[in-house]
């Protein structure tokens, strides 16, 4: 089955806003073992909108519209279609009445009388609720082509793809679809690749693909079966392995669950709080913290100690620590955690100290040289990288790795275990 | 004259990465007044690559191509071009050298084979050296159509199309094209145009457009002239007109300028030190003015008081302040920013205390309600809003609005000024 992406507005093609609707598509197509050959992107002009349905619908099974399905002139997806694809257009009494009632809940007084034009649809077509906004989206099949016509805005897209269109697309491909995803922290993608080779090669069902996001590696396993049932029991055996193989690697099989929310879980878990100590990441490690909801319960206060007086002054630094090892150091690391976990009162405090660069690098500090520590109940774990990149680039993984280095020990606490890396 | 982008790349057509280099692109072509009319996406395969640029070839001037210019066998993009141009490949010494130098000084030993398939270019192509990566770009002339060949890398296509594509380009329209972004901080949008629609309207050359950002507005003014002092003549005024009105609003006049840089700029000119007092933002705003490079010389400490035993063990908040308004309140804001300011002995201090949800909201106090405070030698300026979105949404919006606070009152304090909004 192939499936072609059309994407419609004149603001994509001046360049006022990031096209990410494609690639969340695009994700979703693979998974569900479509082929993808071509991604359009149209203004909102009847005639060039028109050229490129019909080139898509021809060459493509099912071809995947978003945007021009609002109430303006300019709104022309649906129109377009429907003559493509030889559907009349006939008032919708069920969209009428959704469009009626998104008004008043959203208190106006009288509907725009622009707003009737999208309580039309193509006869024949099945309509997808808006549960995010006016415009419904549409399915339409004709002659063994499909049309899906979906809003434009990621906040009515997403939640109508993932709620009415991927079922669909289900039926379509008579399979149903389980996928888990395994987010894995502390390997680069092409080290996780070699350690699941032959999962990844030698499986058909489930698939295995990676994605390499930044400071980790999101795995996703897919399986398709005549019923879901069948399909997760496909899952689970591969998923069980890999985290055979990956260990304390995997941080999560949540697909919503991110980093800081696995570290701020394992906290809670264990009764543990938190507190921060930082210096070149200037606070965003706690911002990613205070990130989760919930937070309050495990973190209490976190310290941005950019100055040597102030890691003197807040945690207890000393003098002697900086003047002998500098600010960058490992010693200076292990006692900005050990102070931070005082100073705060609490269990466990991450630290980092780094230089982010562009200036102040030298031959034997160079910019991208990281020392963190994290400090758990009066133990210290540390840890050293050298990462390239800017000073964003830095930045950010000394927060990936920080965050990660806080989840390993309290995993290795949660066990009785040491805490892992280079003992203090 | 019409440009059409084509994106280059298999991994764009399954969702694996991001497409940004055509939203780049897309602008960079609507600020020169290109017309564009499609944008598309095609995998690393020579059949339909060869339809999609001939296609492309046919219907508009200027085709700019991303990505398929490196040495591996799935590289097709030069390969296609030079037959849908009919032009020949032919061996490049330049090029070969520079793949030499590039090897050399990244020390390999050994230049591996394949990539000497990146030495050959279309026989009267312009090579476009590639001083961040290995594979060249080309422009390729035949017939009055252009075809435009970029490495796919953000980081090796921005430079070249700045240094080497732009230009060219501004030759094509015979003009020289000089704009300036004017970076604007406390209106939407829409209150931006509101003031300025006689000039986004009534003009011409140079032209206004603009672009909504999180949390600021960046207005771009282009003016084109037979050369580029008479293109900057045109835009200068306008952009002193816009100054006039929208008075301490634009922020920087710097397309490298953020607003985090501007603070730590207008700190600096005037000597003044900051720390920051978080709560619901939890160090995204210390976070920010670290990224600042030579934060150090402005930035000293940074609390984040997440707790109430926090605010009040780190920063003095009153005990009677917070059990008679909340820690949600001016007071516990103006209060956080005074003792952050005492605490570590800088002359500003900003403080943010907030409701981000997704709990924790009341009638009296909502979710998505926040104070923000900047203490400035002892004077303290109070702000309340009332912020949409989620949580992140919230915290972001909060962070552009305290750093815009902290702005504001260095400009009013530079002028001998009393502190802008509400007194304490």
């Known amino acids: 089955m192939t499936v072609e992406l059309v994407s419609v507005g004149t603001e994509i093609l001046m360049g006022n806003i990031l096209n990410s609707n494609t690639q969340y598509l695009a994700e979703k197509c693979a998974m569900l073992g ?97 549960h995010n906004g006016m415009a419904p989206g549409l399915i339409l099949e004709k002659d063994g082509k499909t049309a899906i016509l979906l809003p434009g805005p990621p906040g009515e897209l997403y939640p109508m793809f993932e709620q009415q269109v991927f079922p669909y697309l289900e039926t379509r491909e008579n399979a149903s679809l389980v996928s888990k995803t395994l987010k894995i922290c502390g390997h680069g993608e092409s080290q996780v690749e070699d350690q699941l080779i032959d999962l990844i090669d030698g499986q058909t069902n489930p698939t295995l693909a990676t994605y390499a996001k930044v400071g980790e590696v999101h795995l996703r396993i897919t399986a398709r079966a005549d019923e879901p049932g069948k ?56 911002a990613r913290l205070v990130n989760v909801p919930g937070a309050s319960r495990v ?17 207890g630094v000393r003098e002697e620590t900086l003047a002998a090892w500098g600010a960058v150091s490992a010693q200076t690391a292990g006692e900005m955690a050990l102070g931070g976990a005082k100073a705060a009162g609490t269990d466990v405090c991450v630290s980092i100290t780094g230089l982010a660069g562009p200036d102040g690098g030298t031959a034997e500090k160079p910019v991208g040289l990281v020392y963190m520590a994290c400090a758990l109940k009066g133990q210290v774990s540390l840890a050293r990288y050298q990462f390239k990149g800017n000073r964003g680039k830095i930045r950010e993984q000394s927060v990936m790795k920080a965050l990660d280095l806080a989840r390993r020990c309290i995993l ?5 275990e040491e805490l892992p890396g280079q003992e203090a």
Not at 83 to 97: I, W
Not at 99 to 127: C, D, L, Q, S
Not at 299 to 315: D, Q
Not at 412 to 416: E, I, K, S
């Open 34 to 130: 479509f082929n993808m050959y071509h991604q359009v992107t149209v203004g909102d002009n009847y005639g060039r909108m028109k050229e490129v349905v019909a080139t898509a619908v021809n060459r493509a099974d099912i071809v995947i519209l978003t945007g021009g399905l609002g109430p303006t002139e300019d709104d022309l997806t649906k129109e377009v279609c429907a003559e493509v694809m030889g559907m009349e257009l006939v008032e919708d009494p069920h969209t009428r009445q959704h469009i009626e009632e998104f008004f008043h809940n959203n208190i106006y007084r009288e509907i725009p009388a622009n707003n009737w034009k999208m309580t039309t649809v193509p006869r024949g077509a099945r309509v997808l609720d808006n």
């Open 231 to 286: 399909a997760a029991a496909l899952v689970e055996p591969v998923a069980a392995e890999v985290k055979r193989r990956m260990g304390d690697a995997v941080y999560t099989e949540d697909e919503g669950e991110i980093l800081e929310m696995a570290v701020v879980r394992l906290l809670t878990g264990h009764g543990l709080t938190i507190s921060t100590a930082e210096s070149c990441t200037g606070g965003m490690v706690s």
């Open 299 to 315: 973190f209490m206060e976190g310290y941005v100690t950019y100055s040597n007086e102030a890691k003197m002054k807040l945690l």
């Open 412 to 416: 290795a606490y949660g066990r009785g």
